[in-house]
């Protein structure tokens, strides 16, 4: 399996040492499955809303370069859960995946979101 691994966090302040964790855990993930690692994204992205860079690595996918994309957790994606639910959905409409390292695969057809919260 080809992966991006995508590490984001909300600031500037310290995003070295959270971005290190997040690379740590999500290449380390891959490593032990045998998954290539195709690109790493690191990516400063405040609030809810789905960050430009994550939107390439979705049509990366898209486009056959990558068959999931690699998170430390599902919050990674978005705070925001209907944001988050649509990248899941797009991704899903392909056959791409997300990985999250601290959970399990994820894609639509193995999480339920509350209808409440999209």
Known sequence: MKAIIYCRTNRESGSRDRFLAQMEETAGFCGSRGYGIVETVREICAGSMTGPLLKKAVADCREGRADAI????????????????AVMKEMESFGGMFLETRGV?????RVEIPLELV
């Open 70 to 85: 690699v998170v430390r957790d599902i919050s990674r994606i978005g705070r925001n859960y209907s944001e988050a639910a």
């Open 105 to 109: 695969e994820k894609s639509m057809e």
